[in-house]
Nanobody, 115 residues
Framework: QVQLVESGGDLVQPGGSLRLSCAASGFTFSRYPMSWYRQAPGKERELVAV????????NYADSVKGRFTISRDNAKNTVYLQMDSLQSEDTAAYFC????????WGPGTQVTVSS
């Protein structure tokens, strides 16, 4: 069955960096675009970044453009989110996502940006 497992979330100070990973299994990873979403307390889940199946195309939410980088390693069935210059507004649970016949979600990993 399809499984997505995120990792790498942590407590970090403003201006710091984190790298999130999402390990995927149960489908042909290299054939599908992958996405990162986030959800802050009391807010709706929002799209953060998307990467094409081969990794050549990426798109970002305006709020993270220039600070976050999405990448993937199709040999490892893993998608990454490098987050730099973190701000308190980036505090959220981060989820990776793939859309097959339906959307699949991982359990999420918590990122907290605070001094």
């Amino acid at each position: 069955q399809v499984q997505l497992v995120e990792s790498g979330g942590d407590l970090v100070q403003p201006g710091g960096s984190l790298r999130l990973s999402c390990a995927a299994s149960g489908f042909t990873f290299s054939r599908y675009p992958m996405s990162w979403y986030r959800q802050a307390p009391g807010k709706e889940r929002e799209l953060v970044a998307v990467i094409g199946s081969a990794g050549g195309s990426t798109n970002y939410a305006d709020s993270v453009k220039g600070r976050f980088t999405i990448s993937r390693d199709n040999a490892k069935n893993t998608v990454y989110l490098q987050m730099d210059s973190l701000q308190s507004e980036d505090t959220a649970a981060y989820f990776c996502n793939v859309r097959l016949l339906r959307r699949y979600w991982g359990p999420g990993t918590q990122v907290t940006v605070s001094s």
